[in-house]
């Protein structure tokens, strides 16, 4: 039968061969195979470029400073000032009531008042109140109550947890830092401003930093 034979140069094909015995060309109704060690045909739009397992490294967004600046720390700052104006407050006050003098003459009182004597002791103790209030939370916590609210926290350069010591060297420093006293804090600020770790006096000093807690 003619499909026995090669197409090409009609040598009889043995049963079942796919190609010529005599030239080589592919039988009829015989699949054409790949000659061996070619590569496997490839997907519409597969590339031909061998792979290198390379893997292109996911887009990283800019780090971000951990280091908390003015505006947030004048916010946590302000909370804690009016914590402390109500805490001084109710316990000066009975060092700042005036002193009520009430006489009689002649039938007719008379009511004299004075400053209290024991006002200057009022305002000691206003200062000693400012100072424990950081002084005391900070060492314990790394947090006032105004830090707690917008979550940020004193640690020491390397991280780690500050201690009673630390706290009292950075907040007694308050007081240089918050020169001119008409313009509280400018200084501080200004120090800040021009530190790549947002650094005032009492951190530079007290080898502490604020960051986001």
């Given at each position: 039968m003619e499909e026995?034979?090669?197409?090409?140069?009609?040598?009889?094909?043995?049963?079942?061969?796919?190609?010529c015995e005599s030239c080589g060309a592919p039988l009829k109704g015989a699949a054409p195979t790949p000659p061996?060690?070619?590569?496997?045909?490839q997907q519409p739009g597969a590339t031909s470029e061998p792979s290198l397992g390379y893997?292109?490294?996911?887009?990283?967004?800019?780090?971000?400073?951990?280091?908390?600046?003015?505006?947030?720390?004048?916010?946590?700052?302000?909370?804690?000032f009016i914590i402390i104006a109500v805490i001084t407050a109710i316990i000066t006050f009975p060092l700042r009531?005036?002193?009520?003098?009430?006489?009689?003459?002649?039938?007719?009182?008379?009511?004299?008042?004075?400053?209290?004597?024991?006002?200057?002791?009022?305002?000691?103790?206003?200062?000693?109140?400012?100072?424990?209030?950081f002084i005391l939370l900070e060492g314990a916590y790394g947090q006032t109550v105004g830090k707690m609210a917008v979550r940020i926290k004193v640690v020491r350069e390397d991280g780690a947890k500050i201690d009673y010591r630390d706290s009292t060297v950075r907040n007694i420093l308050r007081i240089i830092d918050a020169i001119p006293y008409f313009i509280p804090y400018l200084?501080?600020?200004?120090?800040?401003?021009?530190?790549?770790?947002?650094?005032?006096?009492?951190?530079r000093v007290g080898r502490t930093i604020v960051v986001n807690a």
């Open positions: 026995d034979k090669c197409q090409q140069c009609g040598t009889p094909a043995s049963p079942g061969a796919k190609y061996q060690g070619a590569p496997p045909p893997q292109a490294p996911p887009y990283a967004a800019p780090a971000v400073s951990p280091y908390q600046g003015v505006a947030i720390r004048f916010v946590a700052q302000l909370i804690d009531v005036p002193m009520v003098t009430i006489t009689n003459i002649a039938g007719t009182p008379n009511i004299v008042t004075a400053p209290n004597p024991f006002g200057w002791l009022a305002g000691l103790l206003s200062a000693l109140i400012f100072f424990l209030y200084l501080g600020a200004i120090l800040i401003w021009s530190s790549d770790r947002k650094q005032r006096l009492g951190d």
